[in-house]
């Protein structure tokens, strides 16, 4: 009996002692409404999953002006939502880079985040993200030829929102196809195509070069749709520790300068990211590149969060889930630091 309690006493302490720990080691709390600050103290760490960004960031230099203003980051290898969410729900991450559905399905799951980060395609539905793959011999050319296809379909995704609109926009519902859970990982899309065990998957345009080099008779059409968002997502709880947003601040500009260089160096942006990160080819990662388009940064936040919002009720309606009023997942205080961070190269207008 008098061992239990020694133990139980032993693994409280070391409870209180962690607790205590955390506690003095998260920086001080901020407000959501409170301005950020100006100011990173000494030793600040931000855990980032954004490949394209860190590589972006190196090559341009770009993030010396992280390290100058007292910012340490730790790259984690994680892109999409999945990835992100598993790792936030670990407190492994503070934030990632990814489309606008994962900050949805966060929500939807108990996950607290906050969007702190905005770019769009100058040209979203000449330049589009994804293209719908379709398997050799399908038969698929356009749109209304998807009734009663198998379509690969992760809901939690940006590909599972963009497959529910595609089908709006072609007349049809659920009902008429079949939709098969797949997680968009690596080449799983690819994959389910060429072995046929799907006959229709949206994968992105470097996808597209790889699927139909990889498998004679595959090809892919347009949705006609626009794809482009493109945020950073944080933990609610890391943008309120006063140390974590003065350097996401921070990061916020030096990320919007870096999609400007990116635009201004295309060749490099292939090479470090499309080539070293991705393993295309020259050609190929240039290609990307070219039928990628141009990214710019919105002056306003306004269309972003109005694209947001009528997705998410599609996405309730579509899949069962509530209602979701999308302001509480976009922390506006960031949209002015992207703004400033471009300076004249911002966008309005139907692009933003």
Not at 143 to 170: C, F, H, M, N, T
Not at 289 to 301: D, E, F, L, N, Q
Request: glycine share 8%; with cysteine.
């Amino acid at each position: 009996m008098i061992k239990k309690s020694l133990g139980a006493a032993v693994a409280l302490l070391t409870i209180v002692t962690i607790s205590a720990c955390a506690k003095e080691d998260a920086g001080a709390g901020l407000e959501l409404t409170a301005a950020l600050p100006d100011s990173v103290p000494s030793g600040t760490v931000l855990r980032l999953g954004d490949p394209a960004g860190q590589a972006v960031l190196q090559e341009s230099g770009i993030v010396k002006e992280l390290a100058d203003a007292g910012v340490t980051v730790e790259w984690a290898n994680i892109s999409g939502g999945p990835q992100s969410i598993q790792a936030f729900r670990a407190d492994k991450l503070d934030c990632s880079a990814v489309a606008d559905i994962p900050s949805l399905f966060a929500a939807w799951t108990g996950t607290s985040t906050k969007i702190i980060f905005q770019s769009v395609t100058a040209d979203p539905l000449e330049f589009p993200i994804y293209q719908l793959g379709v398997a050799p011999g399908t038969g698929v050319a356009a749109l209304a030829d998807l009734r009663g296809k198998k379509i690969a379909y992760s809901a939690g995704q940006a590909q599972g929102a963009l497959v529910l609109r595609v089908l709006k926009e072609a007349g049809l519902t659920q009902k008429d196809v079949t939709l098969v859970e797949l997680t968009s990982t690596g080449d799983s899309y690819i994959t389910a195509l060429g072995s046929k065990a799907v006959d229709v998957a949206p994968i992105s345009a470097f996808q597209v070069k790889l699927y139909t080099a990889k498998y004679p008779g595959g090809s892919s059409i347009g949705t006609g749709i626009r794809d482009d968002a493109s945020t950073v997502y944080c933990l609610t709880k890391s943008v309120e520790d006063a140390e974590k947003a003065a350097a996401l601040k921070v990061y916020v500009a030096a990320r919007t300068k870096a999609i400007l260089w990116q635009n201004e160096h295309p060749d490099e942006y292939a090479k470090v990211y499309y080539q070293d990160v991705q393993g295309l080819n020259e050609a190929d990662a240039r290609e990307v590149v070219r039928i990628s388009g141009t990214k710019a940064i919105p002056a306003t936040w306004d269309n972003a969060v109005e694209r947001l919002q009528a997705t998410a009720d599609l996405l309730a309606a579509e899949q069962g889930h509530d209602k979701l009023d999308v302001t509480t997942l976009v922390d506006r205080r960031f949209e002015k630091v992207q703004a400033e961070a471009a300076g004249s190269a911002v966008v309005t207008g139907d692009a933003a």
